[in-house]
Each structure stands twice: as C-alpha cells, then as structure tokens.
C-alpha cells in the first residue's frame, strides 16, 4: 500500500513540476529521488513497516509474491531512468509529463500484482495502457510514432473490450470478482460460462504480453514507438503483466489447471518458434529486440503452462534477469543513431566498456552460464518438467534457446570482429557506471539467485 | 405474457434489428443513427432490470455526448465510396469464419446456463437508485472507485501531451 499512495502522489507531483520548473535536470533528479523513495517504502512494507492502513475489503493485498515483484519493478525503473532519461527530453517537450506518466504507470504495475479482484485487474490493466498508448505516440512529428500509437490504442482497446467481456461472464457464472470466490466453485463442474469467460481473459491477456498468436502489434508498436519508451514497455510493464497473468490464473483458475495446461502448452510452443524463427531475419536491432521479446515471453509463458513453486521462483528471476538485460541493451541501443546490425561494426574498439557491459547483457537474454538468463532458464525448463506432462515443449524450448544464441551473437560478432568506423557518441561517466552496476547485478544473480529468491520466503 | 415480458421481446428485437442495421448499413452516418437506437433500447433493458440510473447515464454518457462525437468525426472526415479501401474476399471470408467461431462458443457457452435468479431482481425493488448505488460505490467499492481516479488523471495528462502544440 506504502508504494501505490506513494507513486501515485509523485505522479502528481511531477505533473506540477512540469510548469512550476523551467529546469530540466531537476526534474530529472526529482524523479530519481522519487524512485529512490518508492524502492525503501517498499522494501520497508516487506520489513513490515506500513505507513497506510487502508481497508481494501480484500481487493488489494501484498504479499511476499507482489512485494518482491515491485521491488524489482522499482529497481529496473530506477536503472532505467537513471540511465535513459535524459533522452526522454529529446523525445518532445514535455519531459516532466512523461515521468508523471511512468510514475502513473508504475501505480498500475502495484496494482496488477497484487490483486484480488478483477475489478482491480482491469483498472491496473487500463492505468497501465492508457499512458502507454500516448507514451507510444509522444514523437508527434515521427509519423511511424503516429502509426504505432494508433494501431497500440486500436489493438490494445479491443483486447481490453474482450477481458471486460470476459469479466462479465465470469461474474454472470460465479457471481464475484473476487478470485478466491471464482476458485472456489469452479472446483466442482465449470459451467461453460465460466469456461467461455476464462477464455476471453486469456486470449485478451496473451495479447497484453504478446504470446503468439496475439503478437502482430509488438514488433510495430515496438519499432515505432521512441527507443526510450520501447525500453520500458518491453520491460517493466511486459514484466508486470506477466506477473498478473501467473497470479489470475493461479488464483482464479488454478483448479482448473489441467484443462487449460495444453492450450498454454500449444500457445507457449507457437510463441517460441514464432519469435526466435522471425528475430533471425530482422536487420534492425531494434526490431530484432522487439521479436526476442516475444521470444522471451514465450520462455515466461513455461512459468505459467507449469504453475508449481518453481515455476514462481523462476518467474521472479527470469523477470529481474530480462529486465535488467533489456534495459542495458536499450539504453545502449538510445546512443546510436544507426540502429542496424552494421552499425555496430567496430563498436568494441571505440567503446570498449560499453562493448563489453552489452555482451554481458547478450549472454544472459541468451541464457550463457554464469549470468541470470542461464539461471532463469533453467529454472523455467525445471518448473516444465516437473509437470511430468508434454516433453516435447521442453525439447522445443531448448532448441529455440539455442536458435537465440544466433541472433544475439550477431550483435557481439559485428562488435568485436567486425571493421567498422563506429558512431559518435556522446557517453557520460555517470552512464558508463550505472551499466557496469547493472551488469554486475546480472552475474550476481547469475552466480547467487537466493538473494533474490529468499525475499519470497523470509 | 405480461407487460414486462411483452416490453422485454419488443426492446430486444430493436435492439438486434438495429445492431445488424449498424454494420450493414453503407452509409456512417446512418450507421450512427441506428446505434443511437440501439442505446436507447439498451437502455430500456436496464430500466427492466431496475437499473434506472444506468439506464440515464447510458442515455446521457453513450447515446448523447459520444453518438454526437462520432457524428462530428465522420462529418468531419468526409467519408465517400472513394476513400473506402478495398477489402479481400479472403480477408472478408477469414473475418467471418473467425466472428462465427467466437459466435459458436459464445451460444453454446450461454445456451445452457442458470441464471443466477437473485441477482436480477425483475419487480419491485429499488436496487438500481442513485441513493442505493452511491453508498455501494463509497463503502464496497471505494477503493476501486478512489483508484480510477488515476486512471483519469493519467488520461488528462495525456491528452494535453498529445493534444497541445509544441
């Protein structure tokens, strides 16, 4: 509770600043500091420490799940601004909204992973799109910004339109929109209300993380929408949602896990094969990213076609791993100005640090040992097994892994062997260290994942 | 059959009557005008089950302000048979073999399921009041009610974003 009041009130804060100070760097050290802020409330809420007490009638709680996804989600935004947020100011003019914007999203990111109700589901779902959706198209002179905002906001209503639908035949079936309450009759026989609205809520929420065959709009929305803003989307708030996805389908449907195991087996599979098999042909980094997010959804997705103690451990790892992978390669990917694979040529020889951090973060999306993609893999691939059920999306499963390896090594190989002039860059040093930190945070975890994962139980 | 049952068949079938009239019409603004009808028997719907203060809202909210919006845009855009694109017969025959599939599974899901009798309470009762409402609002659902004002003051500050000139 600590962290929504507290984000939704420096979203507010933020929206004044940006008439009440001219400056820009200010601005941006005010939100930092908010950010700041928000990670020790919330580390405090998991110390037990709150400041509201607020009845939320069971709609909202926080437990350990919630809590340590949020201090993650906290962690990666502060990393994320501290590395790109200068260059949300060359986006437009209006930097301070922007932040007021992310810091309204991250209200919605609380409120998706803590939920008890659909009520509050769909509310975090929509505090969450709407500011995205004009986020998307904030580079108002970039007609592919345009483009990509208007099919996000098409898209990303319709599936809205279909989880309400959802929604409303679940409560026509069950009468609540409490997740205990529809858990509890669906143990008995579904009615095929129940069945119809369950799957409505779940095509609609495949769409929001982008499994495949809900994918069309990612790598558009992606490519357009300005680099900074793509680094967040793909991250934090794809995080996030998966993190609502595991725990409405757990909470609501879990007992019904065995009848809807092999469509998420079937969409899962699909999700891989389609999002590595596409990544391999794409010449653009940044649309080759936009495809190994859809790549990496699908390895997400294992946690939920699984839903075992493993798979929610892995979950939280594969989500810190991801993003803090994404967020390094993106605010990397921000510098440059020719985003194809050559652009890259020589790259190592005249930025050999940053050469050398963004390998680190290619290794792990990859899933090299040593580093917290390999870990977080492996945690997924645990959890598959341990279902003693379809192998075969194992096997499918490791064998795209080992497809990734070719696309992400593209990026080192034109690196580091490739002869190139390199691009002017403008690189602070402040910048140099955030992502050494975020690189050593990624073998940390590579290394010891029970710092991370002791949190969801002590 | 009384005269709940007799108001029930009636609203219906212009509800329905004026949907298809929505989509098949070729002209938007006719199409417009069908979809206001199709509010206004919604609304009667609502009235039914004794929701009288949706019904207003939907009346005033949905078949007013927005039908009027949407009036002004396709007045604006100037719509004519040139500007319409040209649709593939595969792409048509796909939309429709996709919208039947969920048409299917939508009959057969709702074909054979009870309804809840004590949730729709037909005669009598004054469940759908503003005084009952409100205090549902402020003491059930306060706290989604106090969330979505986020949401709308996060959709404010998008729209002066995309809205004001630089």
Known sequence: MNALIISALLGVVMMFSSFLLKDRSTVRSMAIAGLLLLLVVNVLEMNGVEFFNINTRDMIVFDRFALLFNTIAFLSTLLYLLLSAKE?????????DYLALIFFILCGVILVSSFKSLLILFLG??????????????????????????????????????????????????????????????????????????????????????????????????????TVFTSFMATIVKAAVFVAFIRLFDEAFGLLHLQWQLLVAVITALTLFIGNITAVFQQSVKRMLAYSSIAQAGFMMLSLYAMNADAKEGLMLYVAAYSFATIGIFAVLIKMSDYTFEGFNGF??????????????????????????????FYMLKAALGTGKHLWLVIVAVLMAAVSVYYYFRV???????????????????????????????????????ILLSWLYF | MNITQILFWFLSVVALFSALMVITNKNPVYSVLWLIVTFFAISGHYILLNAQFLAIVNIIVYAGAIMVLFLFVIMLMNLNKETEPQKNRWLRMAGAVAGGC?????????????????????????????????????????????????LFLSAMVGAVVIGKKE
């Open chain 1, 88 to 96: 949300m100011a060359k986006v437009g003019v209006y930097f301070a």
């Open chain 1, 125 to 226: 779902i929509e505090i969450i799109s709407i500011p995205l959706y004009i986020l998307t198209g904030s580079d108002k002179r970039n007609l592919k910004s345009n483009e990509a905002a208007l099919k996000y906001f098409l898209l990303g209503t319709f599936s809205t339109g279909l989880m309400l639908m959802g929604i409303a035949l679940i409560y026509g079936a069950q009468g609540s929109f409490y997740s205990v309450d529809i858990s509890k009759i669906a143990g008995e026989t579904p009615s095929a209300l129940l069945i119809a609205g369950m799957l409505l809520l779940f095509f609609s929420m495949s769409f929001k993380v982008s499994a495949a065959p809900f994918h069309f709009w990612t790598p558009d929305v992606y490519d357009g929408a300005p």
């Open chain 1, 348 to 377: 190592a020889k005249h930025q050999p640090l940053l050469a050398a951090t963004t390998t680190i973060f290619l290794l792990s999306l990859a899933g090299i040992p040593l580093t917290a993609g390999f870990l977080s893999k």
């Open chain 1, 412 to 450: 080192i190989q034109a690196m580091y062997f490739k002869e190139g002039e390199g691009q002017p860059m403008e690189v602070s040093k402040p910048f140099k260290w955030t992502l050494v930190v975020l690189a050593a945070l990624i073998i940390l975890l590579g290394i010891f994942p029970n």
């Open chain 2, 102 to 150: 969920l048409l299917l599974v939508l009959v057969a899901a709702l074909k054979d399921t009870d309804i809840k009798q004590q949730q729709a309470m037909v005669n009598g009762g004054s469940i759908g009041l503003i005084k009952n409402l409100g205090k549902e609002l402020f003491t059930t659902y306060v706290v989604p009610f106090e969330i979505s004002s986020i």
